[in-house]
């Protein structure tokens, strides 16, 4: 499975981004392959609508899962009519970390809430 974790930075030891759609990079993860490749957001600074263009971007990409901070609510929709499962990325960990959590199942999933 192919698995996506925002980021502050380009690197594993970056921290995880608290916002899904304006996040510098996103690591791509394949879990099975173990390939992994920061690809840069080029959604981050648009005016409006950066979370749902990031979602499209991840869709498009293959991923099946999503590790982010907060992810706002059209965002949400559109991850979960794609089938991408969401889970919450805990404050201050790095990418690695985060990656590391998934596969031992220690993530919390984010299930779409309106705010």
């Given at each position: ?18 916002l ?45 899962a ?32 985060a ?17």
């Amino acid at each position: 499975m192919k698995i996506a974790v925002s980021a502050c930075g380009d690197s594993l030891s970056a921290q995880t981004h608290s916002l899904f759609g304006r996040c510098d990079y996103f690591f791509i993860v394949d879990t099975e392959t173990g390939n992994i490749s920061a690809v840069k957001n080029t959604s981050a600074g648009a005016a409006t609508g950066a979370g749902t263009a990031a979602a499209q971007d991840l869709f498009n990409a293959g991923v099946g899962a999503v590790i982010s901070g907060q992810i706002g609510p059209n965002a949400c929709e559109v991850l979960k009519a794609a089938g991408i499962a969401m889970y919450s990325a805990p404050a201050g960990i790095s990418v690695q970390e985060a990656v590391e959590k998934f596969k031992a199942g220690a993530l919390a999933k984010n299930e779409v809430r309106r705010f």
